[in-house]
């Protein structure tokens, strides 16, 4: 059993007690120090802080100390140097030395003097006990020493001096030794917002509530940018100070169990706090004043709550309901300029059924916690439970206070995490009837003898936290999806791009399924609007090279159909074949009817139209064999009911219309009607 020694740094310039020195026994620690020149030091069983006295001021003359170092068995020990600032030229006065070992039986390892010496790598020891040895004779200047130690399991030990812009990494992970309060160093900043690039990482880690000061741990860092203004507050017996922009900043990363637990927000009801007394007095003017337990909400407006005498044995009572995960806790005073009354010390009590209670102890630690309170009536001071605390009540019993106990608070914590034993896989099958079964659910308790674990501290500046296989996860599908992607859209591609060539191939021929059986037959199931709107096809057999008019075929300007099939019988309006184009019609040749008649050519027919007839063209029919006229028939008529019928030229021979015919095969036109038609030249009858 050895002792070490505590010291806690609070407020500066308050004009309040700032240092607090405690006794601090462990287990199987070091074995204390001894001696006349032993600065504020702080010796845990796995990491600590040595500092020769008046660091950092110039050290004392003809002053000596040693520490005995012990860490458990199996172990070894190694030291980092913070500062080593000792005035002599060959170590014979001053110095510092380490040994293997403890007691008559040591062995040296080094020793060191001279004034800014710059020790970067690691001592070790070769077992698990350690002497350090100061020395200070007669000099004028040097500032002692300052070091830190740990097991050697932790290799990325640092110095309670080292900054956050000391490493340029922008995620980096240091184990801080414990006793880092015993610097000098200031931070700037808090959480969650992030501390300012120039404060030290340990100090600034103890204030955010990530490691404690009596046993230190692993911090995990994350730099990003500066902000405009960094706010000062009053943490873990740390104050931390304003600053202003830099270029970057540093915040901790933690498992994110910081929330508050319902006092300010109205979670915890009324009859869900309870206190030893109530101060319930009159006014001057006559009014009550009653500071009830349910005033004691952080931020809520109105009177706080206050007992009816201010002495130790007062409380204030939180049932939570069911046992949480607490890892803090926030106080402030009344919170009114009228009564300044505020609680500067105090400590904490738990209990899980409300019948028996438990003073919080720190880790490795034989004496109740005395948590460091407010400074004053209005500003906010937040201590946090180095290892958390698993509870359901929770009582607050102050030892001191500003003129009259007042207060609020909020917890911070989260849910405690159940696991049932029925929903974990059986790995193993027991044999047996007279097996037991397993309880429903268990929950771990608080091991206040343990390591320290890391709080729950929620960080808002913090990037999220992902593992490797995260980051490959979210890489590697956005891949594979892309991948995909272009695989199926070049398919989809060559597939558009060979039916588009099939398709211009095709243009000027019959479609496939147009020479099908099946699509005949389907077509003549479809009606006659969607055989009038589909696409108009151009088609080049001969069988539509003998459709001539005069010399030419004319261009017409109309919509054509797609060739009639078997079984329909009739054209709609607009079912007409597309000749194919010729050359462009001169003035010689506009038209069948409407172009002037050469000097030379002499119609029977060729007269001007009547004004009081419409003009009319007689739809071109092909017959069920798909076999075409010889001739193109065309007529005029003088109103709409003289449209005539064209009969199958299979049939009618050499007739064109439907009018009487003579003996020699020419028509005779009727007396009312003219028609402007060109005739077919009579065949002389064959001998």
Known sequence: MGRAVMVGRGPTGAGVLVLSVLIVLTAEGCRGQKGDGCGPSVLGPSSGTLSSLGYPRTSPNNAVCEWEITVPRGKRIHFRFALLDIQDSDCQVNYLRLYDGIGPERSEIVKYCGLGQKVDELVESSGNQVTVQFMSGM?????????????????????????????????????????????????????????????????????????????????????????????????????????????????????????????????????????????????????????????????????????????????????????????????????????????????VQYSKDGKEWHFYRETNSTQDKIFQGNINYLHEVRNNFIPPIETRFVRINPTLWHQRIALKLELLGCQVIEVRLDTVPKLFTTSGSGSTPPPAKTKNPPHLSETTQTPDIRNTTMPPHT???????????????????????????????????????????????????????????????????????????????????RSAVPRLHAEYAQPLVSGVTTLGARSTFKPDEGPEPGYLDQGLYDAPIPPDVYHPYAEPLPTSGSEYATPIVV????????????????????????????????????????????????????????????QKPTE
């Open 467 to 549: 593992g490797r296989d995260v980051v490959l996860t979210a890489v590697l599908v956005p891949v594979a999806v892309m991948v995909l992607t272009a695989l199926i859209l070049t398919v989809a591609c060559a597939c558009h791009w060979r039916n588009k060539k099939k398709s211009a191939e095709g243009t000027y021929d019959i479609p496939y399924w147009d020479r099908t059986v099946w699509w005949k037959s389907m077509k003549q199931l479809l009606p006659s609007k969607m055989v009038e709107t589909e696409d108009s096809v151009r088609y080049s057999t001969p069988e539509v090279g003998r459709l001539t008019g």
């Open 623 to 682: 017959d069920m064999g798909c076999h075409l006229p010889s001739a193109v028939p065309n007529f005029v008529g003088s109103g709409a009911t003289s449209l005539l019928t064209w009969t199958d030229s299979s049939q009618s021979g050499g007739s064109v219309y439907d009018t009487p015919k003579n003996a020699s095969g020419q028509t005779t036109p009727i007396p009312d009607l003219i028609y402007q038609v060109p005739q077919r030249k009579t």
């Open 139 to 347: 000099h004028r200047t040097g500032r002692g020493f300052y070091l830190s130690y740990s097991t050697t399991e932790h290799s990325d030990l640092i110095t309670c001096l080292d900054k956050g812009s000391d490493f340029p990494e922008a995620e980096f992970s240091k184990y801080c030794p414990a006793g880092c309060l015993t610097s000098t160093e200031e931070i700037s900043g808090t959480v969650p917002n992030g501390y300012r690039e120039s404060s030290p990482l340990c100090v600034a880690a103890v204030h955010a509530g990530v490691v404690s000061n009596a046993v230190g741990g692993r911090i995990l860092v994350v730099s990003s940018k500066g902000i405009p203004h960094y706010e000062g507050t009053l943490a873990n017996n740390v104050t931390s100070t304003g600053g202003t922009l830099s270029d970057s900043l540093f915040t901790f990363r933690t498992n994110g169990c910081y929330g508050t637990l319902g006092l300010e927000s109205g979670g915890v009801a009324d009859t869900q706090l309870n206190a030893s007394s109530v101060w319930d007095w009159n006014t001057t003017s006559g009014q009550r004043s009653v500071w009830r337990p349910s005033g004691a909400r952080l931020k809520n407006a109105g009177l706080p709550w206050a007992p009816s005498h201010s002495d130790r044995q007062q409380w204030l009572q939180v049932d939570l309901k069911r046992e949480k995960r607490i890892t803090g806790i926030i106080t402030t005073g009344s919170g009114l300029r009228e009564y300044q009354y505020f609680v500067s010390a105090y400590r």
